[in-house]
């Protein structure tokens, strides 16, 4: 491999050292068990939090967050936000981070902003119907439905 300046790396739009992303046939896809453990502990780290601060700080009691018609609305959005932002500069969430999982796109480029985005409404729309949840359990790829629609991949990388 190539030496490349860090600047470099950081902008490329591919992840130069990881052969999983590289050679399709040699991915170590994430099984449905990490990604529901991922999501746990985001879950906790991230999306619990937020509603606290929405609900006591932003509102200010928990009757006046549930009679509000747009307060949960505002909650799950700027959780898609930071979820978005994390993955586009990252690859990672808290929770991937902490089983080593990593999203990228089929082709092994980064995913962007705007696709993460995209995949997180995808994300929600699928975990409406449950069977895109659980769709990992008997696909060989492990892909749930939003990475089915968005063509990216969850891979365990080490």
Known sequence: MQNLRWRELKNSKTLKNSKEVQNKDDRNFATFIERGKAQVIDTFMIYLPLLYFMTYVVVGSAKGFRDSPWAPLAAVLVYALIASILL??????????????WVVREDGKKVTFLFAFLRFIAF????????????????KDKKALHDFLLKTVVIKKG
């Open 88 to 101: 586009a500069y990252k690859g990672q969430t808290p929770g991937k981070k902490a089983y080593d999982l």
């Open 124 to 139: 929600c729309l699928s975990g409406m119907s449950l069977i895109g949840i659980l769709m990992p359990l008997w696909r």
